[in-house]
């Protein structure tokens, strides 16, 4: 992936003080500590007299260069300081996000004229400001013979679709078997790189905490008339409460943010012709940014549908406008090759039916 890219001077300059700025001795450590191996820090630049933080740093920097792994550091950097606008702004100068997220973008527009054309309320760089939180609160939910994309709605809650975990309801597989995948990554640079595993987190013993079914309309070519309870929604409990715990995974790094989870705003919606963007992890593959347009509603306002791409797997994403708030839960696509449409629950009917049904989720806070 790095494409043999060879960084100048002037950029490791910048990323240099951009770490520096984020961090001290003892956070940076901690950070190779968890996203690589131990003591890489303390091995590569030990300190010593005469031996300044930043000349330590450049010796980290100059270490996975020559290695191979420079990206992986921006890309750990900028996880665990979501909030610093120069590492989001070197990460994306390289295409990067903080889970190593893949763009599928086909409208042939950059991001940056996208977001500044469809966001009603931020600009591209709170646009990348917000993304690596994002996608810290997606899972892949791997279940024996299946699989789907889920995100959180609470410390502990995971909203997918009911067709996702229809089996284990069912029993086949047992729900002992499902795992939840966050901070599912890959290496940038090189394939044996040691990157701190991905976090797994199990279901609770009572993990169904409401479904609703999907409708009998939601594969068909022609957009029919889903009822207000067909959703297709399931929100289910984990084992651990992730959402309250360091983003990435746990860290002994006491300013590394919460993963957190993604709340609901009434405001939000779409429209035809606007952007929605996708993340999913299809087919259970690591993280993807899909872009695509809105194209229809149907007459009930229950379904929408656009030209996003999307495979197996990818039931249960969530999708945003382009000021990245929740509007709707992709769930279905067309079953032909290439397919001609995707389509999505509007989030507010899943707010609703919960609502009429006293669920309670956390997504309001």
Not at 61 to 79: K, T
Not at 333 to 357: L, R, T
Request: charged share 20%; hydrophobic share 40%; aromatic share 8%.
């Amino acid at each position: 992936m790095t494409d043999h890219w060879q960084p100048s001077g002037p950029w490791m300059s910048r990323f240099r003080e951009a770490l520096a700025q984020a961090f001290n001795a003892q956070s940076i450590e901690l950070l190779t500590v968890d996203h690589f191996a131990p003591n890489t820090f303390e091995n590569i630049a030990p300190a010593g007299p005469g031996r300044t933080f930043a000349y330590r740093l450049q010796e980290l920097i100059n270490q996975a260069r020559m290695e191979d792994w420079l990206l992986d550091l921006v890309a750990a950097a900028r996880e665990r300081r979501p909030a610093n606008p120069v590492l989001a702004a070197i990460a994306d100068e390289r295409g990067l996000t903080a889970s190593g997220a893949r763009l599928d973008n086909p409208t042939g527009q950059p991001l940056q004229q996208l977001i500044q054309a469809n966001a009603q309320f931020i600009t591209p760089a709170v646009f990348s400001a917000r993304l690596p939180v994002l996608e810290g609160q997606i899972c892949w939910i791997d279940i024996p013979g299946g699989g789907g994309t889920g995100f959180l709605v609470g410390p502990d809650l995971v909203l997918t679709n009911e067709h996702v975990i229809r089996s284990i309801r069912d029993g086949q597989p047992s729900w002992q078997r499902v795992r939840c995948w966050f901070d599912h990554q890959v290496p940038l640079g090189r394939a044996d790189l040691p990157r701190k595993k991905r976090t797994e987190v199990a279901l609770a013993e009572q993990w169904l905490v409401d479904s609703r079914p999907p409708s009998r309309f939601d594969w068909t070519p022609t957009l029919g008339d889903a009822g207000p309870e067909e959703t297709d929604s399931a929100l289910i409990r984990l084992a651990e409460a992730v959402g309250e715990m360091p983003l990435g995974g746990s860290s002994s790094d006491p300013d590394a943010p919460p993963r957190e989870w993604i709340r609901y705003d009434p405001a939000a919606r779409l429209a035809v012709g606007r952007q929605v963007f996708l993340l999913q992890h299809p087919e259970g593959e690591p993280l993807q940014l899909t872009i695509g347009t809105v194209t229809a509603f149907n007459a009930a306002g229950t379904r929408v549908r656009y030209d996003a791409n999307s495979k197996n797997g990818s039931s249960g994403s969530p999708c945003f406008d382009a000021d990245l708030r929740l509007v709707a839960l992709h769930h279905a696509h067309d079953p032909h090759y290439p397919p001609s449409w995707n389509q999505a629950v509007p989030i507010e009917m899943v707010h609703q039916v919960w609502g009429k049904h006293g669920v309670t989720a956390g997504w309001e806070d």
